[in-house]
């Protein structure tokens, strides 16, 4: 811990990096922020941290901060610092210039799971009812919106349904195409405690994560799959499951929907999901699946834990329908120990989800399409809404590409870093007339923006976010907006600028309008919050303290819904010229694309991103550790540093994506989720060379 000066008062708020949520207690001297203590009576992390929440405060007042408002005429021009209001009356102005000329479709908005509730609650308001369409998106698109899909349509929900608690009940833990050592590093904690204990691990994922080593652990098991072809071993081990006679016939019976059962019963005791008819296709030992899906279906309590390795693919929505398939047919559903839980990568991830910020969304996961719905919203706002889904993040690119869409306005989110093929997003770009960044930093994306609003980070700000166990924590300002105004209250003046009129004189207002339009909000109070210390939702009248467990009587959708997970191979496909595959994730002390920990103490860990390579692969190039090599796929090429390691199979490469020159996403293909049109980040053929250095 860096100690700055001896604190004179704390404040408790929310790390705002992963979906842990951890509480931190926040010292103060004065309004300067001294150190980040764990809280001990935070109920996502119960007093532990990790190296990137404690060091967290470092970015707020990095000198890279952007401190005042910028516009400017053309791309070509450089920026003019000028005030809030020329600032955000320069925007409206084009705004409304733009909508005249070619329609009301052609603006959008693009909210970030990095922001509050509140925030991201309000970015959609302002596209529904200020610029009048639902094109509106959330950076989840390209991490967790096959979570979504996948289990509304077989659970009910679109949310993970325990508490992290609730891993010290389980008997088995499945933890697929996750890294949560690194990517989840306190609720790892938690899950090795477990595991030491005498649970079992099963691992699925093409590398040989952290977790596999724990010490004193009963029973590891790794399979090490192909990318992209999770669907087939999903399906396997539902296939050993039904074929074995494993089922939990009495949850079957009682909760799920016997025509849907006996539909996928049917389609998934085929013996082309036989474990010996897929093992080809995988690259696992049929056995070892077979041992596996036992292990995992005679366990007293089975609890699955997924990552950005299960949603990132092309099949990720079918991928997470799987699991939720397989969670039924055992009855691991609706109990502590068991359960289907998504990992969300960002601190709110699942609350940008919840706040309706997809186009075929309001929020509580209201769909544009029921008129009931849309009612309400529509007598709260005093506007029509329209009841078809407006343009996903990837469709405004298209659309922008093609001349019919014109301005976007992008809160908390580098888009031209974060979205693949970043050619295709740079010339989506720059073909807007009007695109408003509103950032902490003057990311790659404004690099292409007419008006640059200055963000607040997370000490700058009252509001909440919601954790990956759909837990509602307090976000306190501790320090006053080093611009002068809270992301909340730049959408509310764009608003009113545009004349549409927004008037909250505190975020706790904006959630007062979520509990009342939200039925699985409408329990939540920032009063509630301050007494309990924390809500999990759904929390109303039926549970008005929230609920940690979902599912335990019946599913929001009456009973499970068994849905069909055919198995289609990704089309990005090896070849001679591509002979490898890249998958990508994270490491420990940097999160995401690093705009936030390179400006922390964390900047001296992991200074570069590297590609690790398989001893086989790098004897077959003579590659050694530290040679820079050049990878290209269909899409583009990038240089990275070589680390040769056998966590990797044969044939598969990897690499992180925090360092802006890793370059991870020019190479990226287009492919994307059928469902949601997430990206298939998980799955390039690539080539690999030895180059002489950048
Ligand atoms: Fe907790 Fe995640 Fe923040 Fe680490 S990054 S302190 S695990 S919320």
Redesign the pocket.
Known sequence: VIEQGQPEHSVVTT?A??G???SFKAEMKGSEVVRMVPYKGGDA?HGH??V???FAFGYATHKDRVRAPMIRETLDQPWREVSWDEAINFAAGRLKTIQQQYGRDSIGGITSSRCTNEETYLVQKLVRAGFGNNNTDTCARVCHSPTGYGLKTTLGESAGTQTFDSVMKADCIVVIGANPTDA???FASQLRRRLRQGAELIVIDPRRIDLLKTPHITSARHLPLRPGTNVAMVNALAHVVVTEGLEDSGFIDTRCDQQAYQRWRNFISDPRHAPEAIAEITGVDAGAIREAARAYARAGNGAIYYGLGVTEHSQGSTMVMGIANLAMATGNIGREGVGVNPLRGQ?NVQGSCDMGSFPHELPGYQHVADDAARARFESEWGVSIGNEPGLRIPNMFDAAVAGQFKALYVQGEDIAQSDPNTQHVESALRSLECLIVQDIFLNETAKFAHVLLPGSTFLEKNGTFTNAERRINRVRKVMPAIAGKEDWEVTMALSNALGYPMDYAHPSEIMDEIARLTPSFSGVSYDKLDRLGSIQWPCNDASPEGTPTMHSVDFPIGRGNFAITEYIATSEKTNRRFPLLLTTGRILSQ?NVGAQTRRTENQHWHAEDVLEVHPSDAELRGIRDGDWLGISSRAGQTVLRARVSDRMLPGVVYTTFHHPGSGANVITTDNSDWATNCPEYKVTAVQVEKVSQP
């Open positions: 790390c990096y992963c842990v949520g951890c992390n941290s990790c990137k929440g404690r989840h590093p306190v601190n999160y």
